[in-house]
């Protein structure tokens, strides 16, 4: 079983549609999270840390889920510019490595 | 400030031949990571340093990639004799700490011939 494991996709989506990612992980020794967006054959790039109380960022809202080992990302009113593959990352536990999901492809569509 | 840089940025090498792949982090970042990457796959971890110390080299894979970190600063990735599946993005992250989010570089592609 994968340490990090997302549902690769692809989200294909209208402009203006609201979805969410959902990520699970294993170890429950991880102690921070966070989403990262890659757009095709770029680097990662961060795009937000996951709060244990949720947190947002604009149209984006991440949650997480202790508990049930589950992380969660809300994207609201889709644009073309949010097509990228969105990359779940878990961090800590005995190793405190960034540990990274192999990531779901959103597609949002005009 | 300057963000992760990595050098080069392509490298197109003939097999058998060794190379070395150099991250610079974000300055006063602690910790620093490798990752390759190959065409449509995700992020497979290489190795990580917190200062000049690599606690998990789990992820390298084999005896010829060898990584180093100097004066918790640059770190350079090394691989020798390399072969055709060697080939892949090779990224670079740093952070403050462990357990702070990381920023990446743009990556080094490699092309193995």
């Known amino acids: 079983r994968k340490e990090v494991e997302q549902d690769p996709g692809p989200f294909n989506v209208p402009e203006g549609a609201t979805v969410a990612f959902n990520c699970t992980y294993s170890?429950?020794?991880?102690?921070?999270f966070f989403w990262y967006r890659q757009d095709c054959r770029k680097e990662p790039k961060l795009l937000m840390s996951?709060?244990?109380s949720g947190n947002e960022d604009g149209r984006f809202t991440a949650q997480l889920n202790r508990a049930s080992q589950y992380i969660s990302l809300l994207i609201r009113d889709s644009k073309l510019s949010d097509s990228a593959t969105y990359l779940c990352?878990?961090?800590?536990?005995?190793?405190?490595?960034?540990?990274f999901g192999t990531g779901t492809l959103l597609a949002v569509q005009p | 400030g300057a963000g992760v840089s990595q050098s080069p940025s392509n490298k197109v090498t003939e097999k058998g031949k060794d190379v070395e792949l150099r991250c610079d982090p974000i300055?006063?970042?602690?910790?620093l990571y490798w990752y390759r990457q190959s065409l449509g796959q995700g992020l497979e971890f290489l190795i990580y340093?917190?200062?000049?110390?690599?606690?998990?080299k789990s992820g390298l894979p084999s005896d010829r990639f060898s990584a180093e970190r100097t004066g918790g600063s640059v770190s350079t990735l090394t691989i020798q004799r390399t072969q055709q599946e060697d080939s892949a993005v090779y990224l670079c992250?740093?952070?403050?700490?462990?357990?702070?989010?990381?920023?990446f570089g743009q990556g080094t592609r490699l092309t193995v011939v």
């Open positions: 340093f917190q200062g000049n110390s690599a606690p998990d």
């Open positions: 992250a740093s952070s403050w700490t462990m357990n702070t989010e990381a920023f």
């Open positions: 300055s006063g970042h602690t910790a």
């Open positions: 990352v878990t961090l800590g536990g005995a190793t405190n490595k960034l540990i």
């Open positions: 996951v709060y244990s």
């Open positions: 170890n429950s020794a991880s102690q921070s």
